[in-house]
């Protein structure tokens, strides 16, 4: 599986942007970035997902470097339900499951 | 329901028990996966099923662990002679099609084996 890094945990004051970054240095042509997070004692919830683009949807942003070996997840506005843990995880073309990783513990301080 | 449901949401078994664990998909969906969350950790592959055929059981971690889902909707995980290192969260998740589409997961089971 292709794997992906994440910083441990980060922070974000309420109702401030945030910004989630992952690396992938080893991604190949067709894995798609898929965003997942997981808010407590409930099951992984799907974000976003992109290739080369960005991408927009109600939920957040997904910036994509040009060499696709970063991107950035965009939560323009910080809630207190924001809090999870949030997972970068690259969708290998016919692979049959997700690699999750640890993922970043995102707190959102009032 | 609307969502994946699963059951029992938590389960408490004694070291050597055998525990079943249930999973209903989204109606319709075709696709059918389950994972293992240990505390602190992200989700690991466990099987893959579209419909009724299990075409995927590389994440099985041992063979005390079976996963069928033989009429093509609901599916059961049976874990044989329970082992502590067994404890963990069950979750499970269904997609529309084949394994590319977006994943919907259930708020998992938790088994704590004793």
């Known amino acids: 599986d292709a794997k992906t890094t994440q910083p441990n945990s980060m922070e974000s004051n309420e109702e401030e942007p945030v910004h989630l970054p992952c690396n992938h240095s080893?991604?190949?042509?067709?894995?798609?970035i898929h965003w997942y997070r997981q808010l407590p004692s409930q099951g992984p919830e799907y974000v976003i997902h992109?290739?080369?683009s960005n991408v927009n949807n109600r939920m957040a942003s997904l910036a994509i470097a040009e060499d696709r070996k970063s991107s950035t997840l965009i939560l323009h506005r910080a809630t207190l339900r924001d809090a999870a843990v949030y997972y970068c995880?690259?969708?290998?073309?016919?692979?049959?499951?997700?690699?999750f990783g640890t993922g970043t513990r995102l707190t959102v301080i009032p | 329901g609307a969502g994946v449901s699963q059951s029992p949401r938590y389960k408490v078994a004694k070291r050597g028990q055998d525990v079943a664990l249930r999973c209903d998909p989204i109606?319709?969906?075709?696709?059918l996966f389950w994972y293992q969350q240990a505390l602190g950790q992200g989700p690991e592959f466990l099987t893959y099923?579209?419909?009724?055929?299990?075409?995927?059981k590389s994440g099985l971690p041992s063979d005390r662990f079976f996963a069928e889902r033989p009429e093509g909707s609901v599916s059961t995980l049976k874990i044989q002679r329970t082992q502590q290192e067994d404890s963990a969260v069950y979750l499970c998740?269904?997609?529309?099609?084949?394994?590319?589409?977006?994943?919907?997961f259930g708020e998992g089971s938790r088994l704590t084996v004793l």
């Open positions: 998740a269904s997609t529309l099609s084949g394994p590319v589409g977006e994943l919907f």
């Open positions: 080893t991604i190949s042509g067709t894995d798609y």
């Open positions: 992109g290739l080369t």
């Open positions: 995880i690259l969708r290998q073309t016919g692979a049959n499951n997700l690699f």
């Open positions: 109606s319709g969906h075709v696709s």
């Open positions: 099923f579209q419909n009724e055929a299990q075409l995927d």
